[in-house]
């Protein structure tokens, strides 16, 4: 097991599993859905009104699926309903004839677990490996939800493409035994008791209280400005890449997803652990800075090669963000057992960025052409990276020796556990920047 990994080694494969399998299942339902729909002869607009249903019910689930998996103590539980509800969305694609009701009620379906799945897998990260490792956990987690999303990919375009465009969708549904046999390898007695302790906080304010956090609102700035800069940036230069490439636009933009996942499964593990030794902001910036310089890049490339390199970029972007986003759920909730319900918020922060992204983009393309749309984009970026720099505050703490560590919260321990119960625990303890109290400005 890697290094500074705690719990048995059979629970950490199962996790590092887990998340290979689960993401198997999420490209099922990426754009093979608009493929299939399409062969059943919808229109784009049926199609549209289709997805735009799965990405409502994912942002409005966001907060609630978070609260719920924060609320009970069985986060296995938890996850084995989400992948149970999966083959249920696949199967209503394809097992009747696609019309609006059931392609809408797998939408809603897939939504809703999505939104619990998610945060169960964070959940159980922290309690397999502690707060203290949690870093290179997550890097571990974005590693093989990128190796799975590739390799899913490659298998569920060839069975499109030689079997069936409907065989997809049975595929993704039979993806989830292997999801499931995961699961079982991650062994209970594994996983440590922060979550448990944590379950006497249950009572320390709820969302009202999170978002007069000044550092959850913060970093949903952050998360809002990132996606909205970044949703639309793959679709706009697939666009042009049609428009321009022909027949081998497909191609391209396969190379244009694959590129990316090959970076976050590279450097994903690094960014954990960079955010524990030099410090969130850091690993942020990093990301952060990615994205506008892939913006203007995208403005002026036209050579197809090159923009395969310049949407590389995209993997350092989701990296930071993938190891981030949980990482600070987890720092701003330290004691609190709020760390999904904020997972959720930050969620939602993202959704609706990426809701508008395609919006604004798609309308500035149409009346100042795609240069434009690149440049307006890249400004956005350049925005949420400043927001970073100056105003996003370190959510870990430094030792001595200078490597970054969460600080010890009284709920944490035994004696800080009873007085907690006694008195209520404040939402962060030891924080000298305020990071983790109400937003009094």
């Known amino acids: 097991m890697a290094s500074g990994l705690t719990g048995s080694a059979r629970s950490a494969r199962g996790l590092d599993l887990l998340n290979f399998f689960v993401a198997n299942i999420q490209t099922g339902f990426g754009p093979f859905i608009a493929v299939y729909l399409s062969a059943q002869a919808w229109t784009e607009f049926e199609i549209g009104m289709a997805l735009s249903v799965g990405t409502f019910t994912a942002m409005v689930s966001q907060l609630p699926a978070g609260a719920l998996v924060d ?115 991650i062994r209970q007695a594994d996983l440590v008791t922060v979550v448990q302790r944590e379950q006497a906080s249950k009572g320390q304010g709820g969302l009202m209280t999170l978002l007069r956090n000044r550092g959850v609102l913060i970093f949903s700035g952050c998360c809002l400005l990132f996606t909205l800069a970044n949703a639309a940036m793959l679709p706009l230069a697939g666009s042009e890449v049609t428009r321009n490439s022909g027949d081998e636009a497909n191609l391209i933009i396969a190379a244009c997803i694959v590129a990316p996942q090959l970076v976050v499964a590279a450097i994903s593990p690094w960014i954990g652990r960079l955010a524990e030794r030099r410090g969130r902001r850091v690993a942020l910036m990093i990301g952060f800075a990615a994205l506008p310089l892939r913006g203007l890049l995208l403005a002026v490339v036209s050579d197809p090669k090159v923009l395969i390199l310049v949407q590389a970029l995209d993997g350092v972007s989701a990296a930071a963000l993938g190891v981030l986003l949980p990482l600070l759920s987890a720092d701003l909730t330290r004691g609190t057992n709020r760390f999904n319900l904020c997972m959720g918020i930050f969620g939602l922060a993202v959704g609706i960025g990426g809701t508008l992204s395609t919006t604004v983009a798609g309308a500035t393309a149409t009346w100042f052409g795609s240069g434009a749309a690149f440049g307006l984009l890249a400004v956005v970026g350049l925005l949420s990276f400043l927001l970073v720099l100056f105003v996003m505050p370190e959510t870990g703490t430094a030792d001595p020796d200078g490597v970054i560590r969460k600080p010890a919260s009284p709920a944490m321990t035994s004696s800080g556990l009873r007085e907690s119960m006694r008195t209520g625990p404040k939402l962060v303890e030891n924080d000298p920047e305020g990071v983790g109290q109400p937003w009094s400005g």
Do not use: D
């Open 71 to 185: 609320a009970t103590p069985r986060k296995k539980l938890a996850a084995l309903v989400a992948i149970l509800c999966m083959p249920v969305s696949a199967l209503l694609l394809v097992a009747v004839e696609p019309r609006q009701l059931p392609v809408m009620l797998s939408e809603v379906l897939h939504g809703i677990a999505s939104c619990v799945l998610a945060p169960a897998i964070a959940a159980i990260s922290l309690a397999l490996v502690g707060r203290m490792a949690l870093g290179e956990r997550l890097g571990r987690n974005a590693r093989f939800a990128a190796i799975g999303n590739g390799a899913a990919a490659g298998l569920l375009g060839l069975a499109g493409t030689y079997i069936s465009s409907a065989a997809v969708f049975w595929l993704t549904a039979a993806l989830a035994i292997p999801s499931l046999i995961a699961l079982a390898m």
